[in-house]
């Protein structure tokens, strides 16, 4: 170890001389149970690009992978993340990079406690500022004139933040679950089937028989739908047909399939989960070359060139030890996919599975992961968000579902999720008689929560009233202080700042 000065004369600390990848600085701190960590630090390295996880080593051995970073030679980057303290006691803190030929830098590492109360408390506030807005209206006659002390109702009648469920199959044959479902979500993604293996079961044969009646029944009822998936890297999710196509044959397939569902529902749905899980699998790849992926993402963008076009991926978010999918290695994906040639403009979004364990979620490491993906500006969603069954399922849901709707980069959130008659292993919201379970409660009250209730506010000697309001479509009833008289009016609060005072002209 040895001491560093930047150009501006800051102190930093080299790990040099390394033989082993895990050569770093070390630092030992204490834990307090239940408590959630977060770190940050700013690294570089003596030459090239290399990524750089810091680690934190438990008494018992054990690392957990607390973040990741891609470092450079020439600058330097902030390596985000965290963890939660399931036991009181030591941890080291120390810094991996396998190329062991470079130095590292370190410099102004943070390692701070929060409690749960005070880690909510952020989330809590962070929905304020993101979620809602601070709407100032004017009444006026149309003269212009003010109009004080009129009496404005306010009623939201649609969410602005996509906030919606898994659909399947089931559906179409259950008018329960279809009431179930209608009553709370407006945003839905079929669970299986558009995929290809529901489609086309035998080479030439396609059937769209159920997905275009589940697309129907969300039409009817004003649902808007994601798209998935057009393809999926996993070998072992392709139709049985498939697997034994020539690469020749494959692309002609692959092709066609990607023609045929594009097409069938173009202008339709909100979004294309293009190529499934990506990351994790290279089945395209492997046998159409490495830009296998970028080639159906531009054929899908030109068949729909204003629909949303999604990468999905699991554990990017919810497994700190994640190498294939983590944050850092999927923003290298998103890199790949937008330089390709002919892509540029494609409107393209991050989509993370979100399928947790049933142990308490890490959300400093998940919030450190949401802030990574966020670098890229584009907009993320959680699209498959579960919990696997354990004794404390539906509040680490809650918490999950918390975590995700705080973050200023996530744009919408699927839960992968339903009642009992429809076969969801992980969560169940609702008994075979549709009665709510303890995790259907916690979806509900957040449906609530992130709701303007109705409300009413009065306009000043000037006819000013402010109301903060969470971002959607409202109905107003302005009623004139002297003549009762009413006007109803419609508003939109965006998810844009900058809104301006918004004047209402009341009848005389």
């Not at 290695?329 to 393209?348: F, R, T």
């Not at 709707?405 to 744009?411: C, E, F, G, I, T």
């Not at 379970?437 to 509900?444: A, C, E, F, K, R």
Request: glycine share 8%; charged share 20%.
């Amino acid at each position: 170890m040895r001491e560093g000065v930047s150009r501006e004369g800051n102190m930093f600390i080299v790990a040099c001389n390394r033989s082993k990848t895990s050569d770093s600085i070390s630092q030992k701190v204490q834990l307090q149970q239940t408590k959630l960590y977060s770190f940050s630090a700013w690294v570089q390295i003596s030459e090239g690009s290399e990524a750089v996880d810091v680690i934190f080593k438990t008494t018992h051995g054990e690392w957990i992978r607390g973040g990741s970073v891609v470092a450079k030679h020439g600058c330097w980057s902030l390596l985000k993340g965290g963890m939660i303290a399931h036991l009181s006691g030591p941890v080291e803190i120390f810094f991996v990079c396998n190329n062991t030929r470079v130095e590292v830098w370190i410099d102004n590492v943070s390692f701070q406690p929060f409690t749960t109360q005070q880690w909510r408390s952020h989330q809590d506030k962070s929905i304020e500022e993101v979620r809602k807005s601070t709407v100032r209206f004017q009444v006026t006659y149309a003269t212009g004139t003010a109009l004080g002390g009129a009496a404005v109702s306010i009623k939201q009648t649609k969410s602005g933040f996509p906030f919606g469920c898994g659909m399947n199959h089931y559906i179409l044959l259950s008018n329960a679950y279809q009431n179930w479902f209608a009553s709370r979500f407006k945003f839905t993604t079929f669970t299986n089937e558009m995929k290809w293996y529901s489609t086309e079961k035998e080479q030439g044969h396609e059937n769209y028989t159920i997905a275009d009646a589940m697309l129907s029944f969300a039409e009817k009822n004003g649902i808007a739908v994601r798209g998935h998936n057009i393809l999926w890297d996993s070998p072992k999710m392709q139709p049985q047909w498939v697997k034994n196509l020539s690469p020749g044959e494959l692309r002609i397939a692959a092709t066609k399939r990607t023609d045929s569902v594009v097409r069938r529902y173009s202008g339709k749905l909100i979004a294309w989960d293009v190529m499934n899980e990506n990351m994790h699998f290279s089945f395209y790849e492997d046998k159409l070359g490495k830009n296998a992926s970028s080639e159906y993402y531009l054929r899908a963008y030109q068949l729909d060139p204003k629909t949303k076009m999604f990468s999905n991926e699991f554990n990017t978010i919810e497994y700190s030890k994640e190498i294939r999918a983590s944050p850092v290695n999927y923003v290298k994906k998103i890199k790949e996919i937008l330089s390709y040639p002919g892509i540029k403009g494609i409107l393209l979004g991050i989509g993370i599975q979100c399928h947790f364990s049933s142990g308490y979620p890490n959300l400093v490491y998940m919030r450190s992961a949401l802030d990574i993906l966020g670098s890229t500006g584009l907009p993320i969603w959680l699209t498959e968000v579960d919990v696997q069954k354990g004794p404390n399922q539906a509040q680490y849901f809650e918490s999950i579902l918390r975590e995700g709707y705080s973050h200023p980069a996530v744009k919408g959130i699927i839960i992968f999720s339903g009642p009992e008659v429809a076969g969801f292993s992980a969560i169940t919201l609702a008994d075979k008689d549709f009665k709510n379970t303890p995790s259907g409660d916690v979806v509900d009250k957040l449906i609530a929560e992130w709701k303007t209730r109705t409300l009413k506010v009065i306009a000043d000697s000037k006819g000013f009233a402010e109301a903060s309001l969470f971002q959607g479509d409202y109905n107003l009833i302005v009623k004139h202080p002297v003549t009762n008289l009413l006007t109803r009016l419609r508003f939109k609060v965006k998810e844009d700042k900058s809104q301006e005072t918004t004047v209402l002209h009341v009848t005389d």
